[in-house]
Every structure is written in structure tokens, then in C-alpha cells.
């Protein structure tokens, strides 16, 4: 049994069913430590000391408006030195990055709330990112209130997968790779109009089998699909060929982070965050709203200036 934190059982994490077609966690590519928490679980791994994904499940319908609890504490699941901790972050101007955004596990009775929020203060659930807070990061850090108020989610529910693009050439800090890119696949659950054989069962994805019940298992939903829209961040340096060795160099001689650029954010095709991340993203792929595209690579990536630019 796990707990962490105010001492609540941690061993639920998330749920694979909360939004009634299956949708399990990320496969991953090399083995990671499975770390559940309040309807949130993080696959972390130890070689990069970063999440390699994480999934929470969001219940719209219940969020709580909590204060924020601002105290960031070592994940006692895994060795101290086997995590990003607090001296990456000392004395420089490195955020750490949410990966399960602080409000998205809080809702629930309020003992439940307060606990995600606080569960969600733990460094496993953290990695280095740029402090600037442009509008590409403001955009980014509203994705899932987006998809909540505007996809035709089934009881304003959503799951959301979310992780750093880890590279073995990353830049290194103080024994961590940073990560330039930032990953996020918003999935939820809509009532499927595409005719059936009868049974139920579309072959639109293969992610709609009739009648299906709900996470908790207490209602019988109608026939559903799942639908998921994915982004990318970008925080690479603006810099380039000399300029950035120089750059490197300079951040390495002063031990300071290495050069970052603003946040950049981007709506690609699901399946490119599989192939970036190694990461089987399972139905979530079949499930893609942005329409197909014969682009490869970054000429796929949909820039995003306003929150109109996304599509759901």
C-alpha cells in the first residue's frame, strides 16, 4: 500500500475506465516505476530522473477551488538520488514544471481534493522548464479547461496524458537532461452517431462498444466513442550552429541552465507524440480530431496563438 504526503491510500491512481470506452496507461519503452496517486499515477523513470508520462483522470463536474499548496517534497517511492529534486531548481530561474497540473486531480469529496493537491507537489510529478510565462505557456497550461468547455465530453470528464520528450541528448544540468519539448493528449468520451452493425459496435475506431458503465461503475453510459486532440511545446533555445555551443558553454562554465527559448505551443497528430516519445498511446491514436494530414514531421505541427486556433 502506498501513501504519501497526509498519509491517504494511494493504490487507485488512475483509472483506465473513467471515461467508460478503455483507455489505458501510456506503454512505455524502457521500464519505469509505476507511482499511482490521487486519480493521477506518473510512469517515472529513474535512468532520466523525469516522468516518462503521466495520466490523470478529470471529473469536470466536481473540481475544487483549493489554495494552493506550494510545498514541493521528495517522492519517498523512489531513491533521492534517482529524481529531480530540489537542487536542480536552487538558484537559477528553472520553474518546476507541473506534468499533472495542480488543479486537474482536486476535485472529488474535499478530503480527496486536498489530498490530489497536495500529492500533486511531489518532485516525480515535476520537470525543468522555462520561467518565462508567455502566451505560449499560458496557452499551454489551459489545454485541458479548453477541451473541457468546448469538446462534447460525456459527463465533462477527460483524461489526459502528459510528459517531457525525454532524449539521451538533452542538455544536462546538475545530472538532469532538460527536456525541450513537452508533450500532452487530451482524451474524453463522446456519444457516438455513427451507424452501428446493431450490436453497438462502430468501426469508426474501435474505441465504441454499446452501452459501456462509467469509471466507478455506477451508471450505464450511451454508446460512446473517444476522442483526443494532442500538443507539443516547444522550449528550445532561438539559437543555432556557434551561437548555441557558445551558449552551452557559457550556461555549463557559470553551472547555470542551459539556454532555453519561450514556450512555443503546437496541436500535432496523435500518433507523431508516439513516435517522438516511443510511447504506445493505445486508442488514443485511432481516436485523433485533427484531420489527417501528409505532412511529416514538423510541417505537421499546428502553431497556436489563441485558444481558437485548437480544435476539439
Known sequence: MSTVGGGMDH??????????????????PRPVEDLPSTHFTV???TRHKLAAATA???DG????D???????????RVPVDRQAGPEVYRNNRLDRGHLVRRADPVWGPVDVAQQANVDTFLYTNAAPQVDDFNQGKQLWVGLEDHVLRYAETWRQRVSVFTGPVLRDD?????????????WKVAVWATPDTAPT???GTTDRTGTTAGATTDGAGDAEAPPLRLAAAAFLVDQSPLLAGLDLDEALRSARDADAPPPLGPFRT????????AELTGLDLGPAVAADVLPPTRAFGEKAWVPLTEPSDIVV
Open 61 to 64: 463536474s466536481q473540481l475544487k
Open 197 to 199: 452493425d446493431g450490436t
Open 266 to 273: 503546437f496541436q500535432v497528430p496523435v500518433s507523431q507524440v
Open 170 to 182: 538533452d542538455p544536462v544540468y546538475r545530472g538532469v537532461g532538460v527536456p525541450r519539448h513537452f
Open 11 to 28: 493504490t487507485e491512481g488512475y483509472d483506465a475506465l473513467f471515461l467508460g470506452p478503455p483507455l489505458p496507461l501510456p506503454g512505455t
Open 56 to 58: 490523470v483522470n478529470i
Open 43 to 45: 510512469l517515472f523513470d
Open 66 to 76: 483549493l489554495p494552493r499548496e506550494d510545498t514541493w517534497l521528495l517522492d519517498p
